[in-house]
């Protein structure tokens, strides 16, 4: 994804040899030892990201476990179109389509697997997107929540999104138009995006001397910009196209260590969807920069970052 650090891929007890709550109970377990014992392995264990796509995206639920146990501090959770209400059957969940990639009878099979014992599906790290969970989530890791349009789990993903948006705890709410589950596997365009955003994401929350909030000043190879409590602007996105957000007003190109390159002409052929929700800037021998926006080539304008 063009994230560089060490990356932990933690191979879980599996259902339905192992249900819930064991996966997530496990998994966090690996994140409290990643934060104790990563600088023996020469990491930095202080600054921890999960994450994770469809039942993947569920395990996060270490955020949860992280925030009621008092730590380890994670930086970011990453939820890739997860599964955040087992107590509604997968038959009452509907979709904008008539044959969604999810089958009634998948999320049958999946929940039984997963939590057979259906008094437990109400629980707080099996279904976060329940209204019977009611907790107060301030203080809970930033998270960057990914939803297809027209996936069964579009509803709870962005019902969950709204919760943490009100627990000051949602770093951006991604909705994927024309996509469904999976849509990763089978469509590389949207996947590209996808992993794109996340990346810029994962950046912005790993980077040292992040933001806390307040208007930096302008810095040698640096501009002023102002932070969210919860995610960095720095370094600022593309001055946008006429659809997209207002231009910031940047010039120069910004490396992903946050230098600015000046008096350099970008050469490369921009590609992107007509309504510039992603824009990249190849090159002839290979490469690209996501995030650039064609405007800004066509004004003669070096805008644009690296993510």
């Known amino acids: 994804?063009?994230?560089?650090?060490?990356?932990?891929?933690?191979?879980?007890?599996?259902?339905?040899?192992?249900?819930?709550?064991?996966?997530?109970?496990?998994?966090?377990?690996?994140?409290?030892?990643?934060?104790?014992?990563?600088?023996?392995?020469?990491?930095?264990?202080?600054?921890?990201?999960?994450?994770?796509?469809?039942?993947?995206?569920?395990?996060?639920?270490?955020?949860?476990?992280?925030?009621?146990?008092?730590?380890?501090?994670?930086?970011?959770?990453?939820?890739?179109?997860?599964?955040?209400?087992?107590?509604?059957?997968?038959?009452?969940?509907?979709?904008?389509?008539?044959?969604?990639?999810?089958?009634?009878?998948?999320?049958?099979?999946?929940?039984?697997?997963?939590?057979?014992?259906?008094?437990?599906?109400?629980?707080?790290?099996?279904?976060?997107?329940?209204?019977?969970?009611?907790?107060?989530?301030?203080?809970?890791?930033?998270?960057?929540?990914?939803?297809?349009?027209?996936?069964?789990?579009?509803?709870?993903?962005?019902?969950?999104?709204?919760?943490?948006?009100?627990?000051?705890?949602?770093?951006?709410?991604?909705?994927v138009p024309r996509a469904d589950h999976a849509y990763d596997m089978n469509d590389a365009d949207k996947a590209r995006q996808s992993y794109a955003l996340i990346a810029r994401h994962l950046r912005q929350a790993t980077t040292l001397g992040a933001c806390d909030g307040v208007t930096q000043p302008g810095k040698p190879g640096n501009i002023s910009h102002t932070c969210s409590p919860v995610t960095c602007s720095s370094p600022p996105r593309a001055p946008a196209c006429s659809t997209c957000t207002p231009a910031s007003g940047m010039t120069g190109l910004w490396t992903s260590r946050g230098r600015r390159r000046r008096g350099r002409r970008l050469r490369g052929r921009c590609r992107g969807c007509r309504d510039c929700r992603m824009k990249v800037l190849s090159f002839r021998g290979g490469g690209s920069l996501p995030g650039y926006c064609c405007r800004s080539r066509r004004s003669g304008m070096a805008g644009g970052h690296s993510i």
Request: charged content about 20%.
């Open 1 to 175: 994804m063009g994230v560089h650090g060490p990356q932990q891929a933690h191979e879980h007890d599996h259902d339905p040899g192992h249900p819930f709550p064991a996966p997530v109970r496990q998994v966090f377990e690996v994140v409290q030892w990643v934060a104790e014992h990563g600088a023996e392995h020469g990491w930095d264990g202080t600054r921890l990201t999960v994450g994770g796509q469809s039942a993947g995206g569920a395990l996060a639920a270490v955020a949860r476990q992280a925030l009621e146990q008092g730590g380890p501090p994670i930086a970011l959770q990453v939820l890739h179109y997860p599964p955040l209400d087992l107590v509604t059957p997968a038959k009452d969940k509907r979709s904008a389509i008539a044959k969604p990639m999810l089958r009634p009878w998948m999320g049958e099979v999946f929940d039984n697997a997963y939590a057979p014992d259906q008094g437990i599906r109400a629980d707080r790290l099996a279904s976060p997107a329940h209204p019977a969970d009611t907790a107060d989530l301030t203080g809970i890791a930033p998270a960057l929540v990914i939803t297809p349009e027209y996936d069964r789990l579009h509803a709870e993903g962005s019902q969950y999104a709204q919760r943490l948006h009100k627990a000051g705890a949602l770093a951006e709410h991604h909705d």
